[in-house]
């Protein structure tokens, strides 16, 4: 039995399952609500409350190693010999709003401390300087900082996490004070002895009143702190580490660390900034100091000198350091910057020998590029071998950073040479200088805001000036000697077995970036070139030499291939017609031009080239000639070491291209009726066609009736008929008009009878380059009486609905339209009735919508039913529905402009084509805009092609002008 189906009897009450659900949830919100409570901002924060150290230091008086002369001036008061005012510990304080504050001495003493709590009156900045006559006092209290819990003193780490009891409703009873200034503003504490340890305490911000105090976290921070931990008690200064390279009750805890806010100076806010946690798990420190900038324990020497670890102590302070995550509503998230990057490799200029490259990039901050050439491949600098590229970019710009080819003891590379390429770009670099850090577990970055939240950064280090050898313990360093090209935190380690080690009485640099990007790149070091030029050649078919001017085409590329046909590199064909490929490798390649762009490492692209261009030849060498073949292509290039030049391409603009085209105004006409045939003729190309007649073919289903022509005469008594146009001019169309009388035909009669063939030609005796299209053809299906007159049928995608229209002229005896859907035009599926209008001459309109369309392409078409049951069917049209592209595409049919809307736009390029394949427009899509646009008041009317590319994705769709 279920132990939820048993009934527990008390009384006159039977408490069933839903009883104990209730009542368990019940205890778990109880359970939560505890848990979740509010907390101070403190210690606690660090984890003290679960018995590990972080202690603040009160810094003793004089010279010596504890005193503030070394470890800061924490607490110090302002009077002190040797102050610095950049140590202290501030609150940031709205107007109005309430500070809470308790220390608990880490040592037992009967002697008492004034706690006072400081303001500049002519500051309201974050770091109020005001000293002397500038320092008002807003608080103070005196009192013993030991012993058990009393006002402003929380006597356990617990009592301490919990916060003040007057917001928190546990914990401990805080001192407080209440910003009555009439601004917001920072203040700071000092306290009046000297030279112990704050092992709990608290400073919560809080609005409201008593009894609904609001807590505001967030606030509390300090330019220069003073921990103290790895003490067997709070009173003991020996340094107590029970097992190198383990975290021990006495380490930091898991939570110990900072917040780190970085001022983006380059927007137009001045409060917004990059934030950044840093955090160091299970190490232990004795007394260290923390504290953060943007140059490292240095700012007076190269920004190379200034970020290494130094034997020394500094105070080289910049940023504050939280509790916690700066409040927003302060500290502002800022923009995230962008960064491109790019490397290119080539030959160097003779006499001089070898490679070289260029790293080009594109900051919008400012920026420290570091620049690893892995030689040797390993992932890490090895001195000696590997060679590290560093600059520092203090605007935003372009930028390009030179490498000469050689490895760090001058010696070239040859070309072809496996390397890694590492660069990272550090926006508003962040250094977190540490002194007297004895054991290091690990540095861990996370990132807080803008971005993915405490996702982990990279981290950098310089150790090379710090010694390595004759340690102890000897093991004390564990990460490498240099990092300046990023390593995933948690990292940079060194162990300790006591105040000895790596790290003793050394400030240790390790930095991250406000934001970064790593770029990386494993390639051959191919430096070598194939370069040439492409030239508008307008007689290399009558001379077979390749010369002329350099061509000025947009969209035009010269291709490199290997024997597999793959693109191993590509170049973009300058205005001036010249091209260069750089990183070429040594092998065997064959070149080709095109207007395909190609991707690396994929098969070739279609070899097509400009609109209304042909090719000349080809040839490689210097000099002219022809390599006898005229396809566009050079095969046979190798390369040795050297690189390839004067690989040279002929192309001209086509001459002429005639072209027919025949359309009809009527399908179905009744026989005994007079129809119109429109034939137009259209000289395609650069240059005039003369002597251009076209033939019509019309066949016994009809009977001349009249004739128009906008140019030329027609006879209609030959045979075939004749259309003498004449000479045509490049791009000039011309029309006839032709009439014909439908005559009636034996039943068993071919339907060909009913087929009209055109064709036209030039006499000129000049060859044509393409002949495909110059036939055209018209066909009808003559009846004697028709259910049915069709006007028009059309589709269109609305959103995730396709709609269909059509209308008829007449009716005669219609009983229903079926309307009909495939896949592929070979089965057809019913989805739908309407009701015709039966008899009727007037026009009558029909819409009905397919709410679940095919994903692709939807054929459909229209069966018209007569009384009788017989059935005749209307043309078939396609609507292309695709929910991962969500095109809209109109008008279609279209006249002046094609308008092309379409999620995910700056993934996707468009290509339109016309009937023959050939290429009208291309654009690639930008985020800038909301739609493609294409112009197409010069195209001609006829069938176009959309093709949809998105990587490897390709979608065809049809369109009419």
């Given at each position: 039995?279920?132990k939820?189906?048993?009934?527990?009897n008390?009384?006159?009450?039977?408490?069933?399952r839903?009883?104990?659900?209730?009542l368990?949830?019940?205890?778990l919100l109880m359970t939560?609500?505890?848990?979740f409570q509010?907390?101070?901002?403190g210690?606690g924060?660090?984890?003290?409350?679960t018995?590990?150290q972080?202690?603040?230091?009160v810094?003793?008086?004089?010279?010596?190693?504890?005193?503030y002369?070394v470890?800061?001036?924490m607490?110090?008061p302002?009077t002190?010999?040797s102050?610095?005012?950049?140590?202290?510990?501030y609150?940031?304080?709205?107007?109005g709003?309430t500070?809470?504050?308790?220390?608990?001495r880490g040592?037992?003493?009967?002697?008492n401390?004034?706690?006072?709590?400081?303001?500049?009156?002519?500051?309201?900045?974050?770091?109020p300087?005001?000293?002397?006559?500038?320092?008002?006092?807003?608080?103070?209290?005196?009192y013993?900082?030991s012993?058990?819990?009393?006002?402003?003193?929380p006597?356990?780490?617990?009592?301490?996490h919990?916060g003040?009891?007057?917001?928190t409703?546990?914990g401990?009873n805080?001192?407080s004070?209440?910003?009555?200034?009439g601004?917001?503003?920072?203040?700071?504490?000092?306290?009046?002895?000297?030279g112990?340890?704050?092992?709990?305490?608290?400073?919560?911000?809080a609005s409201?009143?008593?009894?609904?105090y609001?807590?505001?976290?967030?606030r509390?921070?300090?330019?220069?702190?003073?921990?103290?931990?790895?003490?067997?008690?709070?009173?003991s200064t020996?340094?107590?580490?029970?097992?190198k390279?383990?975290?021990?009750?006495?380490?930091?805890?898991?939570?110990?660390?900072f917040?780190?806010?970085?001022?983006?100076?380059y927007?137009n806010?001045?409060?917004?900034?990059?934030?950044k946690?840093?955090?160091?798990?299970?190490?232990s420190?004795?007394?260290?100091?923390?504290?953060?900038?943007?140059?490292g324990?240095?700012?007076?020497l190269s920004?190379?000198?200034n970020?290494?670890?130094i034997?020394n102590?500094?105070?080289?302070?910049?940023?504050?350091?939280?509790?916690?995550?700066?409040d927003p509503?302060?500290?502002?998230?800022?923009t995230?910057?962008?960064a491109?990057?790019?490397?290119n490799?080539?030959?160097?200029?003779a006499?001089?020998?070898?490679?070289?490259?260029?790293?080009?990039?594109?900051i919008s901050?400012p920026a420290?590029?570091d620049?690893?050439?892995d030689?040797?491949?390993n992932?890490?600098?090895?001195?000696?071998?590997?060679v590290?590229l560093?600059?520092?970019?203090e605007?935003?710009?372009?930028?390009?950073i030179y490498w000469?080819?050689?490895?760090?003891?001058?010696?070239?590379?040859?070309?072809g040479g496996e390397?890694?390429?590492?660069?990272s770009?550090?926006?508003?670099?962040?250094h977190?200088?540490?002194?007297?850090?004895?054991?290091?577990?690990?540095i861990?970055?996370?990132?807080i805001?803008?971005g993915?939240?405490?996702?982990?950064?990279?981290?950098?280090?310089?150790?090379?000036?710090i010694?390595r050898d004759?340690?102890?313990?000897?093991?004390s360093?564990?990460?490498?000697?240099?990092?300046?090209?990023?390593?995933?935190?948690p990292?940079?380690?060194?162990w300790a077995t006591?105040?000895?080690?790596f790290?003793?009485?050394?400030?240790i640099?390790t930095?991250?970036?406000?934001?970064f990007?790593?770029?990386?790149?494993?390639s051959g070091?191919?430096?070598?070139?194939?370069?040439g030029?492409?030239?508008?050649?307008?007689?290399?078919?009558?001379d077979?030499?390749v010369?002329g001017n350099?061509?000025?085409?947009?969209g035009?590329?010269?291709?490199l291939?290997?024997?597999?046909?793959n693109?191993?590199?590509?170049?973009?064909?300058?205005?001036d017609?010249?091209?260069?490929?750089?990183?070429?490798?040594?092998?065997?390649f064959s070149?080709?031009?095109?207007?395909?762009?190609?991707t690396?490492?994929?098969?070739?692209?279609?070899?097509?080239?400009p609109?209304?261009?042909?090719?000349?030849?080809?040839?490689?060498?210097?000099?002219?000639g022809?390599?006898?073949?005229?396809?566009s292509?050079?095969?046979n290039?190798?390369?040795?070491?050297?690189?390839?030049?004067h690989?040279n391409?002929?192309?001209?603009?086509?001459?002429?291209?005639?072209?027919?085209?025949?359309?009809?105004?009527?399908?179905?006409?009744?026989?005994?009726?007079?129809?119109?045939?429109i034939?137009?003729?259209?000289?395609r190309?650069?240059?005039?066609?003369?002597?251009?007649?076209?033939e019509?073919?019309?066949p016994?289903?009809y009977?001349?009736v009249?004739h128009?022509?906008?140019?030329?005469?027609f006879d209609?008594?030959?045979?075939?008929?004749i259309?003498d146009i004449?000479?045509?001019?490049?791009?000039e169309?011309?029309e006839?008009?032709?009439?014909?009388?439908i005559l009636?035909?034996?039943?068993n009669t071919?339907?060909?009878?009913?087929?009209n063939v055109v064709?036209?030609r030039?006499?000129?005796?000049?060859?044509?380059?393409?002949?495909?299209?110059?036939?055209?053809?018209?066909?009808?299906?003559?009846?004697?009486?028709?259910?049915?007159?069709?006007?028009?049928?059309?589709?269109r995608l609305d959103?995730s609905?396709i709609?269909?229209?059509?209308?008829?002229?007449?009716?005669?005896?219609?009983?229903?339209?079926?309307v009909?859907?495939?896949?592929?035009?070979?089965n057809w599926n019913n989805i739908?009735?309407?009701?015709?209008?039966?008899f009727t001459?007037?026009?009558?309109n029909?819409a009905?919508?397919?709410?679940?369309?095919l994903?692709?392409?939807?054929?459909?078409?229209?069966?018209?039913?007569?009384?009788?049951?017989?059935?005749n069917y209307?043309?078939?049209?396609?609507?292309?529905f695709d929910?991962n592209?969500?095109l809209?595409?109109f008008?279609?049919?279209?006249a002046?402009d094609?308008?092309?809307?379409?999620?995910d736009?700056?993934?996707?390029s468009?290509?339109?084509?016309d009937?023959?394949?050939?290429?009208?427009?291309?654009?690639?899509?930008?985020?800038?805009y909301?739609?493609?646009?294409?112009?197409?008041?010069n195209?001609?009317p006829?069938?176009y092609?959309?093709?949809?590319q998105?990587g490897?994705?390709?979608?065809?769709y049809?369109?009419?002008k």
């Amino acid at each position: 039995m279920n132990k939820a189906d048993i009934f527990y009897n008390s009384g006159d009450k039977i408490f069933g399952r839903d009883y104990y659900v209730i009542l368990f949830f019940l205890l778990l919100l109880m359970t939560f609500s505890s848990y979740f409570q509010a907390h101070a901002e403190g210690s606690g924060d660090w984890g003290t409350a679960t018995d590990r150290q972080s202690m603040l230091w009160v810094p003793a008086s004089g010279t010596g190693v504890s005193s503030y002369r070394v470890r800061g001036c924490m607490f110090t008061p302002s009077t002190a010999n040797s102050y610095n005012p950049e140590h202290r510990l501030y609150v940031y304080v709205k107007s109005g709003e309430t500070v809470f504050y308790g220390f608990h001495r880490g040592n037992s003493t009967n002697s008492n401390t004034t706690v006072s709590w400081f303001y500049d009156p002519s500051d309201t900045g974050l770091y109020p300087l005001g000293t002397g006559s500038n320092r008002a006092q807003i608080n103070s209290n005196t009192y013993n900082l030991s012993g058990s819990e009393e006002i402003g003193r929380p006597a356990t780490a617990n009592s301490a996490h919990e916060g003040p009891y007057q917001v928190t409703g546990h914990g401990y009873n805080a001192h407080s004070f209440t910003n009555n200034t009439g601004a917001d503003r920072a203040f700071w504490v000092e306290l009046s002895t000297y030279g112990f340890n704050i092992d709990f305490w608290d400073i919560t911000v809080a609005s409201g009143s008593s009894g609904n105090y609001l807590e505001h976290k967030g606030r509390v921070y300090c330019k220069f702190w003073s921990v103290a931990n790895s003490r067997s008690s709070s009173t003991s200064t020996g340094l107590t580490i029970l097992n190198k390279g383990q975290a021990d009750a006495f380490s930091f805890h898991e939570d110990f660390g900072f917040y780190v806010p970085i001022d983006n100076t380059y927007t137009n806010d001045s409060d917004d900034y990059f934030v950044k946690r840093i955090k160091f798990p299970g190490s232990s420190g004795g007394w260290t100091n923390f504290f953060a900038n943007q140059d490292g324990p240095r700012n007076n020497l190269s920004y190379e000198e200034n970020r290494r670890s130094i034997d020394n102590t500094s105070s080289n302070t910049q940023y504050p350091l939280f509790i916690n995550d700066p409040d927003p509503s302060i500290w502002k998230t800022t923009t995230p910057p962008d960064a491109e990057l790019s490397v290119n490799y080539r030959e160097k200029t003779a006499p001089e020998t070898g490679g070289e490259a260029n790293v080009n990039l594109e900051i919008s901050l400012p920026a420290i590029v570091d620049i690893l050439i892995d030689i040797n491949g390993n992932g890490e600098f090895d001195s000696g071998t590997d060679v590290i590229l560093s600059q520092i970019f203090e605007e935003p710009g372009a930028y390009s950073i030179y490498w000469d080819g050689k490895d760090a003891n001058g010696v070239e590379l040859p070309s072809g040479g496996e390397l890694s390429f590492v660069a990272s770009v550090s926006f508003f670099p962040v250094h977190f200088p540490i002194y007297d850090l004895e054991q290091c577990l690990g540095i861990e970055v996370l990132n807080i805001r803008p971005g993915v939240e405490n996702e982990k950064d990279y981290i950098f280090w310089d150790d090379s000036l710090i010694e390595r050898d004759g340690l102890t313990p000897p093991d004390s360093p564990q990460s490498i000697e240099v990092n300046v090209t990023g390593v995933l935190s948690p990292d940079h380690i060194w162990w300790a077995t006591g105040d000895d080690g790596f790290s003793n009485n050394i400030t240790i640099n390790t930095w991250t970036a406000s934001f970064f990007r790593i770029e990386e790149r494993t390639s051959g070091f191919s430096y070598l070139s194939v370069s040439g030029n492409v030239f508008e050649d307008l007689n290399a078919l009558e001379d077979d030499t390749v010369n002329g001017n350099g061509v000025n085409i947009d969209g035009f590329y010269a291709v490199l291939l290997d024997d597999l046909n793959n693109v191993v590199s590509f170049a973009t064909i300058q205005p001036d017609g010249s091209f260069m490929i750089n990183e070429v490798p040594n092998g065997t390649f064959s070149l080709m031009i095109t207007t395909s762009l190609p991707t690396i490492g994929q098969l070739a692209p279609d070899l097509i080239l400009p609109n209304y261009y042909e090719s000349t030849g080809e040839f490689l060498g210097e000099g002219e000639g022809s390599d006898g073949v005229v396809d566009s292509r050079i095969q046979n290039i190798q390369v040795n070491n050297s690189s390839i030049e004067h690989a040279n391409f002929g192309i001209r603009p086509i001459q002429y291209d005639l072209i027919a085209r025949k359309t009809t105004n009527a399908i179905k006409p009744d026989v005994g009726h007079e129809i119109d045939f429109i034939i137009t003729v259209e000289n395609r190309g650069y240059s005039g066609a003369t002597g251009v007649i076209l033939e019509e073919d019309l066949p016994d289903g009809y009977q001349y009736v009249s004739h128009v022509v906008s140019k030329g005469t027609f006879d209609h008594s030959s045979s075939p008929l004749i259309w003498d146009i004449g000479d045509l001019e490049p791009w000039e169309e011309v029309e006839l008009t032709l009439r014909v009388l439908i005559l009636n035909v034996d039943a068993n009669t071919n339907l060909d009878e009913y087929r009209n063939v055109v064709e036209v030609r030039s006499t000129s005796g000049i060859p044509e380059t393409d002949h495909t299209n110059n036939t055209a053809d018209a066909s009808t299906e003559p009846i004697s009486k028709l259910p049915v007159e069709w006007l028009s049928f059309n589709g269109r995608l609305d959103e995730s609905k396709i709609s269909l229209r059509w209308a008829t002229a007449k009716e005669w005896e219609s009983s229903h339209f079926n309307v009909q859907r495939s896949k592929g035009v070979e089965n057809w599926n019913n989805i739908g009735v309407l009701e015709a209008h039966g008899f009727t001459d007037l026009v009558s309109n029909y819409a009905f919508v397919d709410n679940r369309p095919l994903i692709g392409a939807n054929y459909y078409r229209l069966e018209q039913v007569d009384l009788d049951g017989t059935a005749n069917y209307s043309k078939v049209i396609r609507v292309d529905f695709d929910p991962n592209f969500a095109l809209r595409v109109f008008p279609n049919p279209f006249a002046d402009d094609i308008f092309i809307q379409t999620k995910d736009l700056g993934n996707i390029s468009l290509t339109l084509l016309d009937y023959f394949g050939k290429t009208i427009f291309y654009k690639e899509g930008d985020t800038a805009y909301q739609e493609f646009h294409f112009v197409t008041k010069n195209l001609h009317p006829g069938l176009y092609y959309l093709r949809l590319q998105r990587g490897e994705e390709s979608h065809v769709y049809k369109l009419k002008k």
